[in-house]
């Protein structure tokens, strides 16, 4: 029996757990936005970071929500089933790779660049950990804790990519109007992430996207063949006992 089957069965543990989550990934979306140093950025509120962790809130709330109905519900065989509070798998599944996408990208791309801006101590501020990575790991922890595996379809790594393709065409559509500027860690820029930066880059932003989604993809269908070969295993049946 897997050391973490008991845990995905407790009611208990699955209210506490998302309920910390559902609170620590609101206040670090109000902290990143500066509120609580009075400084105030509603720009903030444009990055994939703050609108992956804004994604991650709200399906964290649905999630409680019917994890406290299925309770009061009192509905005695979900109790038989191996993951009881495991709800929307594939949508758990698109909404754990968006914000896999924040952790990712800021450790591997943007992390020196938020280091030459806000040094060190504010690389490890709690409010950055929380957004770029607490928060991440919150949301994967429950897919994996709660989340029936196998439920994936063939094509759900592309729609995977549907919430950072939607963002890709909001921070561009503002960048190329000159709607918004971005004036952070010293970035002055009409674009929210420098590898987005036509002005000056020009056509190599093209080149940036497509191995970053080319990256995501691989990622994206691992996980999907991954989900699918556990989903087999758990459902093979178990030798009788001679």
Known sequence: MPVFSPLSKSKYFVIVFRLFSLVFS???????????????NPVT????????????????????????????????HVLMLEKPYGFFPRLSAFVSLAIFVTMLVFWFILAPVYVQGAGMRGLLALDNLAV?????????????????RGKLKKYDPLLCAVIPYAYLLEAMILGLTRMVRYDSLGNHSYYPYIFLDIDRFGAWVILMVAAITLFFMLIAFFWQRLDKKLGTKAR???????
């Not at 049946?237 to 001679?242: D, H, I, L, R």
């Open 236 to 242: 093979r049946p178990k030798p009788c006992p001679t």
């Open 45 to 76: 509120l444009l990055a994939y970071t703050v609108q992956s962790n804004i994604l991650v809130a709200v399906f964290f709330c649905v999630l409680l929500t019917r994890t406290i109905l299925r309770i009061i519900g009192k509905e005695k």
């Open 132 to 148: 770029h990575l607490i928060t991440p790991l919150l949301m994967l922890m429950d897919y994996l804790l709660f989340t029936e």
């Open 26 to 40: 609101v206040w670090g979306i109000i902290a990143i936005t500066g509120i609580f140093k009075n400084a105030f």
